[in-house]
């Protein structure tokens, strides 16, 4: 009974010293409080991305066509440098460029293969919201020839001829040959705004050397896809298009209307075969595009008369 008794005492003095021994809950700190309160779940919210503003989201789809391919070599007969790689490589940078910039890109060719122009025109056409960007080399028996030339055939395409003219022939060290005006067929059949580069001539050797230099190449992209960019910004009588964030506007280019030339797609016969007269207005410069006078063009083809045309506006 004694044991008992002792043993109560002692658990009840060591519960006395425990109950004791504790800070009563007011004197705890304000920091104790927290760390043993009851946290709340907090209330998800809705996660929202920051706004972009409108000039910096391109929503438009670039077609990029990079001229020949394949079989076809591109050029005139004889020449030393191929169109088709050259035009190819263009094309691959400025891929890159405009990707970079946000722009989704199409190629109708992305390596050495012929592609028809009917093929070409579909696969601008199958996008609606996009532009047609067409890369090509010139090429002329005469070999001084030199210059960058633009074409375009709607006059939706003339902004973005203008822009892309501007900014490649001011960036160029060649003559700035002009924005034209041409039915091509890959210009005519397009449903949307289209445009085609002449980027050099290779029958030139200077623009030859400048269109294997992959800085040159870089830089003939970077201008193009600037043009791209700031085509809403070329000058008009909209005062929305005149007015640009940074005051800059990008003038509309004058051009020369050549629609009255006959489109090399357009001038065989029933056979499929050329006519004598349709063969020798079509093989005096690259696809008839060149703007050489005209009595050079007949004096050349004097000479070479059995020489076939292009296959490729």
Not at 25 to 51: F, G, I, N
Not at 140 to 155: H, K, V
Not at 224 to 244: K, P
Not at 251 to 256: D, E, R, S
Request: proline share 6%; glycine share 8%.
């Amino acid at each position: 009974m004694r044991k008992f008794i002792f043993s109560l005492a002692v658990a009840g003095w060591f519960i006395g010293t425990a109950l004791y021994g504790l800070p009563a809950p007011s004197s705890l700190s304000e920091r104790e409080k927290r760390a043993v309160a009851p946290r709340a779940t907090p209330t998800p919210r809705p996660q929202t991305r920051a706004a972009v503003p409108e000039g910096n989201r391109p929503s438009t789809t670039v077609v990029i066509d990079a001229g020949h391919g394949g079989f076809d070599r591109g050029g005139i007969p004889g020449q030393r440098v191929p169109e088709k790689t050259m035009t190819l490589d263009v094309a691959q940078r400025l891929k890159a460029v405009l990707m970079a910039y946000g722009y989704r890109v199409v190629m109708t060719r992305d390596s050495d293969v012929f592609v028809p122009l009917g093929t070409r025109v579909a696969i601008a056409n199958s996008y609606r919201d996009a532009i047609f960007v067409c890369i090509h080399f010139n090429a002329t028996p005469r070999s001084s020839a030199n210059g960058i030339e633009t074409y375009f055939y709607t006059s939706q395409s003339l902004p973005l001829a203008s822009a892309i003219h501007y900014y490649v022939a001011g960036g160029a060290p060649t003559p700035n040959r002009g924005v034209r005006r041409r039915g091509f067929y890959v210009l005519r059949k397009t449903t949307i705004p289209s445009v085609l580069v002449e980027c050099g001539f290779l029958t030139n050797a200077t623009e030859a050397s400048y269109a294997q230099s992959a800085g040159y190449q870089q830089k003939l992209a970077e201008e193009i896809a600037r043009g791209v960019r700031e085509r809403s910004l070329v000058a008009s009588t909209s005062a929305t298009n005149r007015l640009a964030a940074n005051n800059t506007t990008v003038p509309l280019q004058p051009f020369i209307d050549q629609t009255h030339y006959r489109d090399p797609d357009l001038v065989r016969s029933k056979h499929g075969k050329r006519s004598s007269k349709s063969s020798s207005k079509s093989i005096s410069s690259k696809h008839g595009k060149s703007s050489d006078s005209d009595s050079e063009k007949k004096s050349s083809t004097r000479k070479k008369k059995s020489t076939p045309a292009k296959t490729e506006d």
